[in-house]
């Protein structure tokens, strides 16, 4: 049976891919901050799919608990076949508006937390000649948008480069890259989208289809959305100058 290992799993993108793979039914760890939400969401994916659940309550910026969900990932009894790096937060104000320990902290989130699940899922995987390690970034890692695009184009330009490394290994690795995506994530990062077209915006579950698909596919970075492949497009073209004036107007992120 297959083992999948989600963090960020009680919403957004991280819920989605948790109904998709026990739909398929996979075996599921989950790992969220709230664990009261958590152990709700677990008993609903067992009484609804049948599939064994597992729960971590743990905040991956803690490193003590972040460690916790290293040694879940490095087991050998019950090893984690795939791992999905979704838990991220944003901050309302461009740096250096906001506090340097906030920044701090959405660093550790989008950066160092997925660097050390993925450095503790590995070893196993390629030792077991099979494993598949999903990123969700972000198509502000596109354009100069701040520390939080910022660490979403370290995410993709990692997840890129891991694929290459991985790849003799049976390991597959993809980049998501979505745009706007109806989650809780703007409302915790204190964004004000009301200006948003309703064109703009995508399906939580729409993201993780496209992803499984580009994942079969075997290609390196999965986007959703003819506006966002378009945007993705423009953005590889035009002048840095450009692109960053583009940023400033409006910032795609999931």
């Keep these: 049976m297959t083992t999948v290992l989600i963090t960020g799993a009680t919403s957004g993108i991280g819920a989605a891919f948790t109904h998709r793979f026990a739909g398929f039914g996979c075996a599921l760890v989950l790992v969220a901050r709230d664990e009261e939400r958590l152990l709700k969401t ?14 971590l309550a ?30 991220g937060s944003g901050l309302p104000a461009p740096f250096p508006h906001s506090p ?28 077991r000649k099979r494993g598949v390690i999903l990123n969700v970034s972000s ?35 993809l980049a998501l890259v979505p745009g706007f995506t109806r989650t809780e994530f703007q409302k915790r990062a204190g964004m004000d989208v009301s200006s948003l077209p309703e064109w703009a915006w995508l399906d939580a579950e729409k993201v993780v289809e496209q992803a499984l698909k580009d994942l079969r596919r075997r290609r390196p970075v999965s986007i959703t959305g003819l506006q966002y492949k378009a945007y993705a497009f423009a953005v590889r073209h035009v002048p840095r100058t450009v692109a960053a004036r583009m940023a400033r107007s409006r910032t795609p992120a999931k």
Aim: a negative charge; hydrophobic letters at 45%; aromatic letters at 4%.
């Design 42 to 55: 677990a008993a609903e994916l067992r009484s609804r799919y049948g599939v064994r659940v597992e729960t």
């Design 58 to 87: 743990a905040d991956l910026v803690d490193p003590a608990q972040c460690r916790l969900v290293e040694e879940r990932l490095a087991a050998t009894e019950d090893p984690v076949d795939v791992l999905v790096n979704n838990a």
């Design 100 to 127: 340097v320990d906030d920044e701090e902290r959405m660093l550790d989130l989008l950066v160092r937390a997925p660097l050390r699940l993925t450095h503790a899922a590995v070893p196993g995987m390629t030792a």
């Design 139 to 173: 198509v502000a890692g596109l354009l100069p948008t701040g520390t939080y695009g910022a660490a979403k184009a370290w995410l993709t330009a990692f997840s890129e480069s891991l694929r290459v490394d991985l790849a003799p290994h049976g390991v597959r690795v």
